[in-house]
């Protein structure tokens, strides 16, 4: 019952994942899409299923690329309703925080925070035109919330994300600009294929391992989104929601192959291929 008939989104990073099964959620509630996308072959699968959306191929990272995406949609549809900043990326990066090269510090920073700041910065005045009633949506991770042993860089970066959302929510509050994040526990992408990296002895624990039993899908983190960025949210600002299947209320606690609570390890290892 979400309807974006004649409202103009744009999602960062649309091609895979969560932000292709947000594109997919928004065109099936009739908004004008655009979306930003890094790969050749992903971005010609968007303008096939898409025609009528604005496809540009380029990296959020690029601050002449994410102008240009800028000047396209203002070209194009003359203003912004809502703004989906989806990109992100633990980069394969994980590892003890004292072994991390500057390098690959500042390429974590580059692809989970501070792309955010260029793009949401580059479409404010797009966003300005359609207010009041025009949003920001970014994308965030659980981890932002809890610790996370070997990738200290990276949930720095997506708590930042967090602390950004409430500010700026503040700054944009008078023009009636809802800024918002979600949260995501781990979801089966191609980014992050669960499937494939629990070990296959394990594989019958994870109805066990998150409350609602089972890990998150693209399309509950779009339906997030959608929600954050509709009239149903209209009075919602500065918030992070967590889809995350009951995971961070759990704090560490699941279920035995008995199916009793514990907060002590019942698996040998990580759990994982790895």
């Known amino acids: 019952m979400i309807d974006f008939k004649d409202k103009t989104v744009l999602v960062t990073g649309g091609g895979a994942g969560i932000g292709r099964a947000t594109v997919a959620a928004f065109a099936q509630a009739g908004a004008r899409l655009a979306v930003l996308e890094i790969d050749a072959d992903r971005a010609a699968a ?3 299923d898409l025609p009528e959306a604005l496809v540009v191929e380029g990296d959020a990272t690029d601050r002449a690329a994410v102008a240009d995406l800028a000047g396209q949609v203002e070209q194009r549809f003359g203003g912004l309703d809502v ?3 989806n990109v992100g990326d633990f980069l394969m990066l994980a590892k003890p925080f004292e072994a991390f090269s500057d390098d690959e510090i500042e390429r974590l920073y580059a692809v989970n925070l501070r792309q955010i700041f260029t793009v949401t910065r580059a479409t404010i005045p797009l966003l300005r035109r359609r207010a009041p009633g025009s ?3 970014s994308v965030s991770s659980i981890e932002g919330f809890r610790g996370i042993p070997h990738c200290a860089v990276y949930a720095g970066f997506k708590a930042g994300i967090i602390g950004f959302t409430k500010s700026l929510a503040l700054e944009l509050a008078p023009a009636g600009i809802r800024v918002n994040a979600l949260a995501p526990e781990t979801t089966e992408t191609p980014q992050v294929p669960v499937s494939l990296v629990v070990a296959p002895e394990h594989r019958d624990r994870i ?4 409350p609602l039993g089972r890990f998150g899908t693209p399309e509950d983190m ?23 299947g009951g995971a961070l209320a759990a704090a560490g606690w699941y279920r035995d192959p008995k199916g009793i609570w514990t907060n002590m390890p019942v698996v040998t290892g990580n759990g994982m291929n790895l």
């Open 46 to 48: 968007l303008r096939r």
């Open 83 to 85: 703004l989906v900043n």
């Open 135 to 137: 949003s920001i949506v």
């Open 207 to 210: 109805p066990h391992w998150i």
């Open 222 to 244: 779009a339906g997030g989104i959608l929600f954050l960025a509709s009239p149903l949210a209209a009075w919602i600002t500065g918030t992070t929601l967590h889809a995350d």
